[in-house]
Each structure stands twice: as C-alpha cells, then as structure tokens.
C-alpha cells in the first residue's frame, strides 16, 4: 500500500471516522443510561441492559483517546507552531466545557459543589486527584476533558518524536505502546487498594473496586497518554503505507468480540485493556478505506453531522439524565414502553441540545479563533515581504481611493 497524503490541515477525508464518533459518545450515554435507577436493577440485581452496557462508558472513551491522537496526527500541518495548535484545541473544548459546568451547577449538581469539587473541575484538573467525588463530580464526562489538555500539550513534541521513527519501527513501537496498556493493570495490582466504592455507588459497575487502582488505570492523565499515544503511532502507519490489508469489517468483528469479553475478565482489566488493540486496528482500517475513496456506512452527511455534534452531546447528555432522576424523581418506569420512550426522549432532547450548544458556543468560538489566527499570520507574513521602492529609493504605496 502507498503512503496516504491527508488533505493539509482537516481531517475532511475521515468522514467515517467523524461518524464513529457518535457511536462511541452514544455509547457513553447508554452507558450513564444503564446507571439510573429506573435501568439499573431488576428486583435486586442488575438487569440484563445495564449488564451489557457496563463497559460501555469505559469503551468509548478510550475510543476518544485514541481516535484523538489519530486524527490529530492526520491533520497535522507542517507549518503549524505549537502555540498555535494550543489556541485551536483550547477554542473547541473550553466554551462548551465552561458552559455545560454552569449548566450542571444549575440544573442538579449545585447540592453537592465544594470549592474542592468545582474549581479543579472548572480548570480541568480534576483527573488528577483520585477522589472519585472530585473527578466523577459536577459534569461527570468532563474528567476526560482533563486527560485530554495533557494530550494537547504534549502532542508537538509527541508528533516530532514519532515523525522521527523510522517508518520500518512504527509497528514495533505501536506494538510497544499496547503492550503497556496491557500490562498496566497487571502492575497496579501491586498498589495498595485504598479505599473502594461504598455503598452510595451501588448501581455502579465500580461497586467494590479499589478508587487507587481504578484511578491509575483509567482516570490518571499520564497513564491515558498511552492510548493517545497509540492513536498518534496508527496514524503515522497508515499514512506511510504500512498499515495491513485488514478491512473494516473484520476490524469491527473483532471490536465487538473483545468488548464481548471484556464483560467477563476481572475489573481493572475491562476498563480498557481488552479493547484497546481493536479499537486502534478498527481505527486505521476505517482510515484507510476513507482514504482510499471508499468511505464506509457511516460516511454519509447525516453521521458526519451526528459526529460534529457528539462532542457537545458527550458533554451534555449526563445533566439530562441526572435531571430526569435527581429533580423530577425517575426511578422506576411502570413498563418497558415507557422506559424505552424515556430513554428516546432524553436522548432527543440532549440531541437537541448538543446541536444548540455546536451551533451556538462551539463552532462561533472555533471560527472565531481561526480569523484571529488567519489576521495573525497575515499580519506577520505582511511584515516579513520587504517593502517595494520606487527609483528615489522610497516606499511605494499600493493605490488606495
């Protein structure tokens, strides 16, 4: 396969993967959806929706973190300064981010704040404090907000390096960066376990689990570089035509039989181990049959819309489903219709949301930054041309009326 050129500066060309990002934030929903009371339990056991999403909201982020080193890596402009890649990042995610922690201060999480709870989640530092009523607090998906400023601050200098390896070592050290995702759990089980869950999470698939070792796993920026890390290493196999003649279908096969077991392998390791290696095999293929030309079933307009937008409805969806059980009480559906409506109508209506809050704080924020960067850059290319001179050695100013 020949090394794949990406349109300078957009991932545009991934209109498969701009798709797959709904499913994996629809996934994180049905996921904080499993956890209501009214979708958690059946009599004193857990039913069987909410035991087959109880790995979901730990899936999909992963699929974030590596899909973000992915694309990132794809987009990446040759001319770019790190400054200016800060500014771009920053831009996306802090507008939305400062306006739904308003939003769920509002709407439910105001009982609970503490300054020890809300200024580290409103400056996203919360992932590094492993209390799980501080980084599971307020907005609860922000947390990976947090993880997500290390990944940006570290992406110049991790893309120079891995620009930097010899395209013949990529899957070495792509193989390399799994492997330590795998591990990982193994090595944490040395650490004392702490304090565990109590019994205010018991619809939780954490109930029991050791805060520390969870933390170290899954919340801790620095262990999370990893997966972006792998998504950074993906990125650059495919673009230099090293990837393997793997489709996207069975990458998707095999994605779903890994979640499979991930349901049935002890806790640290179901929180992103087993998926890992699919995820970043489902990712590349899904890539390189874009780039191909090809695009897939979710490349169509309608799923690039859903996946500009999954963004915001990553962000927005669990304040509407806190809001349905902790200010209107529902916690117990009479039938299945009814808590299927339910579900269909929160779902609906964050829809509806993330769309306002794309439309209204995202993507004017996004342009913003873009004019004032495109003036900038301008400004310094004007002030780097030398100047034109007539024959007296004087400037000569471009007719004006």
């Known amino acids: ?13 991934l209109p498969s993967l701009t798709g797959m990002r709904f499913f994996a934030a629809f996934l994180v929903f049905l996921f904080h959806l499993s956890l209501l009371d009214a979708y958690s339990t059946h009599g004193q056991d857990h039913g069987p929706f909410a035991s087959a999403l109880k790995n979901g909201g730990w899936a999909g982020v992963t699929f974030f973190f590596i899909l973000s080193g992915f694309v990132l890596t794809w987009s990446a402009r040759r001319d770019d300064t790190p400054r200016a890649f800060w500014g771009r990042r920053l831009a996306k995610i802090c507008p939305n981010h400062v306006v739904t922690f308003l939003f769920a201060l509002a709407a439910y999480a105001y009982a609970s704040a503490t300054w020890g709870r809300g200024v580290p989640n409103f400056l996203l530092l919360q992932a590094w404090i492993p209390r799980d009523d501080v980084f599971f607090s307020i907005n609860n998906p922000s947390w990976s907000l947090s993880c997500e400023l290390v990944f940006y601050l570290l992406f110049p200098a991790l893309h120079r390096w891995v620009r930097s390896i ?17 591990l990982l759990p193994l090595a944490v089980q040395l ?61 998707l096969a095999l994605t ?16 992103n181990a087993v998926v890992v290696v699919p995820f970043a095999l489902l990712i590349s293929a899904t890539a390189a049959r874009d780039a191909r030309g090809d695009g897939t079933a979710v490349s169509g307009r309608a799923w690039v819309w859903l996946g500009e937008v ?66 900038a850059r301008n400004a310094r290319t004007a002030q780097s041309l030398p100047a034109q001179r007539d024959g007296n050695d004087r400037p000569v100013t471009v007719g004006t009326s």
């Open 191 to 251: 650490v004392p376990a702490g304090e565990a869950f109590g019994p205010n999470h018991a619809n939780s698939p954490l109930y029991g689990h050791s805060i520390t070792q969870m933390w170290l796993v899954y919340i801790f920026p620095p262990v999370r570089v990893l997966d972006f890390l792998l998504g950074i290493l993906m990125a650059r196999i495919v673009l230099s035509g090293r990837w393997v003649a793997l489709g996207v279908l069975p990458a």
């Open 310 to 375: 999954s963004f915001a409805f990553y962000l927005i969806h669990q304040i509407l489903l806190s809001v349905a059980q902790e200010r209107f009480g529902y916690r117990e559906p009479d039938t299945l219709v009814e808590a299927v409506g339910v579900a269909v109508l929160i779902a609906a209506a964050s829809l509806l949301l993330s769309w306002l809050l794309y439309t209204a704080v995202e993507r004017p924020f996004v342009r913003a930054w873009a004019r004032r960067a495109r003036a």
């Open 256 to 271: 779903a039989v890994a979640y499979v077991v991930s349901l049935h392998v002890p806790f640290l390791y179901s929180l």
């Open 1 to 13: 396969m020949s090394a794949v050129s990406p349109v300078p500066g957009t991932s545009s060309r």
């Open 166 to 182: 010899p395209e013949t070592r990529l899957w070495w050290w792509a193989a390399a960066t799994a492997a330590a995702i795998l």
